[in-house]
């Protein structure tokens, strides 16, 4: 499986607008780009998903570039809310989609 | 749907005894997983199943921890015996696995103390 490297922690303002990139340089060709959020005492929530360029949902925004090494989550306008972990996985739909957590990116909203 | 339901939410027990935790998939989806979470050790995947088989298990800590799948829509995740670094909480998800990606959808989880 891809190993996955994101920042431990980021803070941020409410409103703003929050990136986070994850870099997976050893990105296989069928894996998928999978971002989840924890809330605490919470299972993570799947949020958004993408193979390659753009995706957007209600929710989110991810960013592929064309080598799909990294990919970046961007969070429209923050609130307080957001405040959360932020995984980033990468994996495929071989055998059952194996699913493996890394230590995820901590996002702390400031009022 | 529900969503994927565990139980128990809470589970205390003393060292030694046996514990199984519950879970309920949601209908239609056919891979299941099971995790453990701890602070030390973030989210670590235990086993996974897909249509009711196991294919990995290779998570699973010791030979103390056991887990089932007899039908689509249910599993459990049995510790014989427990011991205190057990202590965790055990989040079990299913996910529908097609061509195209798929998602992991997550329990409420069950927070277990072994004193």
């Known amino acids: 499986l891809a190993k996955t490297t994101q920042p431990i922690s980021m803070d941020s303002y409410e409103g703003q607008e929050v990136n986070i990139t994850c870099s997976h340089n050893?990105?296989?060709?069928?894996?998928?780009i999978t971002w989840y959020q924890q809330f605490p005492s919470q299972g993570p929530r799947f949020i958004i998903q993408?193979?390659?360029t753009k995706v957007t949902n209600e929710v989110a925004s991810l960013f592929i570039p064309a080598d799909r090494k990294s990919s970046t989550l961007s969070l429209p306008r923050v609130s307080l809310s957001d405040t959360a972990v932020y995984y980033c996985?990468?994996?495929?739909?071989?055998?059952?989609?194996?699913?493996?957590f890394g230590a995820g990116t901590r996002l702390f909203v400031k009022a | 749907d529900a969503g994927v339901i565990q139980s128990p939410r809470h589970e205390v027990t003393e060292m030694g005894q046996e514990v199984t935790l519950r879970c309920k998939p949601i209908?239609?989806?056919?891979?299941l997983f099971w995790y453990r979470q701890t602070m030390m050790r973030g989210l670590e995947l235990l086993i996974y199943?897909?249509?009711?088989?196991?294919?990995?298990d290779s998570g699973m800590p010791e030979d103390r921890f056991s887990a089932k799948m007899p039908n689509a829509s249910f599993s459990t995740l049995k510790i014989q015996p427990s011991e205190p670094r057990d202590s965790a909480v055990y989040f079990c998800?299913?996910?529908?696995?097609?061509?195209?990606?798929?998602?992991?959808?997550f329990g409420q989880g069950t927070r277990l103390t072994v004193v």
């Open positions: 998800a299913s996910s529908l696995v097609r061509t195209g990606g798929s998602a992991a959808f």
């Open positions: 050893n990105i296989a060709t069928n894996d998928y």
């Open positions: 993408g193979y390659k």
């Open positions: 996985l990468v994996g495929d739909n071989t055998g059952g989609f194996k699913t493996i």
């Open positions: 209908s239609g989806h056919n891979s």
């Open positions: 199943f897909n249509n009711n088989v196991p294919i990995d």
